[in-house]
């Protein structure tokens, strides 16, 4: 019976380790690095401009008090961080996660901080970009809604559902945007398409900065009041420091 039970082991060990091999091994993990603060919506539904909150434009409630999206079902997140004074209102910051958002800021997959709206242009005619539908301009809101303006060869031409902001080049076809809302405020931008004064009705201004690798450092509210980033080894935000309070 040894003899026998010997034979059989002879037989199956090499089995046994075959078998071992082919099991599929999960794979190592890949730590996520920050490369860029553009994100797209891959929404199934997207909403209007006008509906990026609670209601949709007059009509019935776009997203319901739990944050999800009656339309297409994605759900939203929001986290406040901080409030401070400032001389009209006061200098609110949070983060909004939204499932349908593809690509990460320096907070994370799906993570927009709310002062960070974003211009990108994209040329479709590249011998000659600035004639009449010769590029567009893609603008992504903090609030996860995304904008496009097309170039008619002298304006832009808001090409998304009731979007009223408007978009120019103060300083010509070569220099940076600017973005100004129905009440005079505005955003103008950096030569990369990130936002670098944030301005009120009444001129007062918050102002960005960041380093070659498109990381916000910093930035300075409308009372001189300076808050200072933070970040990771992989390019993430991991502090935001109030300096001055």
């Known amino acids: 019976q040894i003899r026998f039970l010997g034979r059989w082991v002879l037989l199956l060990a090499p089995l046994v380790v075959l078998a071992v091999l082919l099991v599929p091994r999960p794979r190592a993990a890949q730590a996520l690095t920050f490369s860029d603060p553009w994100w797209s919506n891959v929404s199934s539904n997207l909403e209007c401009f006008c509906s990026s909150d609670c209601g949709s434009c007059g009509g019935p409630a776009v ?9 297409s079902g994605a759900f939203s997140h929001h986290i406040h961080l901080l409030d401070n004074p400032a001389k009209v209102g006061s200098v609110s910051i949070g983060l909004l996660w939204r499932s349908d958002i593809d690509g990460h800021s320096q907070f994370g997959p799906g993570w927009i901080p709310s002062w960070e709206t974003t211009v990108k242009k994209t040329i479709v005619n590249a011998g000659s970009p600035e004639s009449n539908g010769g590029h567009y301009v893609t603008v ?12 008619d060869g002298s304006a832009y031409v808001a090409d998304s559902c009731a979007l009223t902001d408007e978009l120019t080049r103060p300083s ?8 100004t809302s129905v009440d005079d405020s505005y955003i103008d931008f950096t030569a990369a398409g990130l936002p670098s004064a944030l301005v009120d009705r009444r001129g007062n201004t918050t102002t960005l900065s960041y380093n070659g690798s498109h990381q916000v450092t ?13 970040q990771n080894g992989d390019g993430f935000v991991e502090e935001l ?3 001055d309070g």
């Open 218 to 230: 910093g930035f300075q509210d409308d009372r001189g009041f300076d808050y200072d980033f933070t």
């Open 241 to 243: 420091d109030a300096g």
């Open 140 to 151: 992504n809101y903090p609030s996860g809604f995304v904008g496009v303006f097309e170039w």
């Open 172 to 179: 010509g076809p070569t220099n940076p945007y600017r973005l």
């Open 63 to 71: 997203w319901s008090p739990e944050g999800v999206n009656y339309l």
